[in-house]
């Protein structure tokens, strides 16, 4: 029931901005956290970024710190991810998942398809 669509990717030169966005829809029982993740070609799925939707704890993983933002809309029931300073090794297929908590890539409970970064350099 639980349904998470991603939007917002594209091809974008180093050191622009994309923004991108997770509708959620359905019952988000269990779903406490919501997390961005990408995979690169011939790389393992990584943590981006996470956010509680009570309180709007949010959590980064090193690579982005400081240049990435997640943000959520609890009423429009949508995630966000925010990426300035783009660079070509942010290039990867980003999915947004939900789950009890952040950063555990192996602890979601749903995945939306992805969608695609392409940083140029």
């Known amino acids: 029931q639980v349904q998470l669509v991603e939007s917002g990717g594209g091809l974008v030169q180093a050191g622009g901005s994309l923004r991108l966005s997770c509708a959620a829809s359905?019952?988000?029982?269990?779903?406490?956290?919501m997390n961005w993740f990408r995979q690169a070609p011939g790389k393992e799925r990584e943590f981006v970024a996470g956010i509680f939707w009570s309180g709007g704890s949010t959590y980064y993983a090193d690579s982005v710190k400081g240049r990435f933002t997640i943000s959520r809309d609890n009423v429009k029931n949508t995630v966000y991810l925010q990426m300035n300073s783009l660079k070509p090794e942010d290039t990867a297929v980003y999915y947004c998942a939900g789950g009890a908590v952040v950063r555990a890539v192996g602890a979601m409970n749903y995945w939306g398809r992805g969608t695609l970064v392409t940083v140029s350099s």
């Open positions: 359905g019952r988000t029982f269990s779903n406490n956290a």
